[in-house]
Nanobody, 120 residues
């Protein structure tokens, strides 16, 4: 069993900053790419940022220059530093990870999500 748990969401004014964290735990053999999606009410789930196990990052155009994803392989965590937040960043942010479990099976796992609300 593999679990992903997010933390750090909340309410912030436009122009402010928030940091999200995601911790992977359980029967983990290895972790490949990790990242963040977000989903606003009535909208599709959109990719925000990804990071590979060697630190290669990728960002959605809408967050480039404002968000930074980082990773600690030893701690099995990723962080998302969000600066210059806009009202359109309001969404539930979900962490995901491609994990090979101890039985050597790969699968994509999801966290439960954390709410980010940006007030204008």
């Amino acid at each position: 069993q593999v679990q992903l748990v997010e933390s750090g969401g909340g309410l912030v004014q436009a122009g402010g900053s928030l940091s999200l964290s995601c911790l992977a735990s359980g029967s983990i053999g290895s972790i490949a790419t990790m990242g963040w999606y977000r989903q606003a009410p009535g909208e599709q789930r959109d990719l925000v940022a990804t990071i590979t196990n060697v630190g290669t990052t990728n960002y959605a155009d809408s967050v480039k220059g404002r968000f930074t994803i980082s990773r600690d392989n030893a701690k099995k965590t990723i962080d998302l530093q969000m600066n210059s937040l806009k009202s359109e960043d309001t969404a539930v942010y979900l962490c995901y990870a491609y994990v090979r479990d101890v039985a050597r099976r790969w699968d994509k796992y999801w966290g439960q999500g954390t709410q980010v609300t940006v007030s204008s």
